[in-house]
């Protein structure tokens, strides 16, 4: 059964500390992306990988860090730097930017709802 | 700065109408858009893509149509159906932007259809 994961659905964080979301697909897609969702606003990037062991920011980037140790692995961690991390943040795979594919569609987890108490 | 607009945040229509939505940019040039579907509290799901030099694509009750002259791209649903209720998403895409510019998404339009 293909397909992507994340992990939490629910997070609460404390002021102060950093938390992990787990992001997993077995599509075998190269690429990998990190998106924030928020009310009344599109999908902004984080921060997306075309490969393993390699990553870029997005447009949002501060705050947040990733690695990409294994091709179908793709955590984020939100740092205490982040002033304002309550947000619905979605986890997305697709084919790798530089060979596209025909449709180069992105592959979305069913989303992590982050909360700072 | 690249600008992606839907037309309004939210649209109901009667069940069996055609709803159609709207999405226009500027400042950016799309190879190709896409249409996903997104359901509460759930990631989008990918619909349909044209690309630039297509005027027109058809799935099954859905229809997009892309004119780049216009900056704008319509995505509509024929004889809709309650179950069509959700928020879609217009997304741009060109590979050779750089970085975060290669796909940008529009903040959606809630559409409820009644019964």
């Known amino acids: 059964d293909g397909g992507i994961t994340q992990s939490p659905k629910y997070l609460f964080r404390k002021e102060g500390q950093n938390v992990t979301l787990s992001c997993e697909q077995n599509l075998n897609h190269d690429a990998m992306y990190w998106y924030r969702q928020d009310p009344g606003q599109g999908l902004r990037l984080i921060y997306y990988s075309q490969i393993v062991n390699d990553f870029q920011k997005g447009d949002i980037a501060e705050g947040y860090s990733v690695s990409r140790e294994k091709k179908e692995s793709f955590p984020l961690t939100v740092t205490s730097a982040q002033k304002n991390p309550t947000a619905f943040y979605l986890c997305?795979?697709?084919?790798?930017?530089?060979?596209?594919?025909?449709?180069?569609?992105?592959?979305f987890g069913p989303g992590t709802r982050l909360t700072v108490l | 700065s690249q600008k992606i607009e839907q037309n309004s945040e939210a649209l109901n229509i009667q069940e069996g109408k055609t709803a159609t939505l709207t999405c226009n940019y500027t400042?950016?040039?799309?190879?190709?858009l896409q249409w996903y579907r997104q359901d509460p509290g759930r990631g989008p799901v990918f619909l349909l893509l044209i690309r630039e030099n297509e005027k027109e694509k058809r799935k099954e009750r859905l229809k997009v149509t892309f004119d780049t002259t216009l900056k704008q791209s319509l995505f509509h649903i024929t004889a809709s159906q309650p179950a069509d209720s959700a928020t879609y998403l217009c997304?741009?895409?060109?590979?050779?932007?750089?970085?975060?510019?290669?796909?940008?998404f529009g903040s959606g339009t809630r559409l409820s259809i009644r019964p």
């Open positions: 997304a741009l895409v060109n590979p050779g932007y750089s970085s975060a510019s290669k796909i940008i």
């Open positions: 400042n950016y040039s799309p190879a190709y």
């Open positions: 997305a795979s697709g084919t790798s930017g530089l060979q596209l594919g025909p449709y180069n569609e992105q592959f």
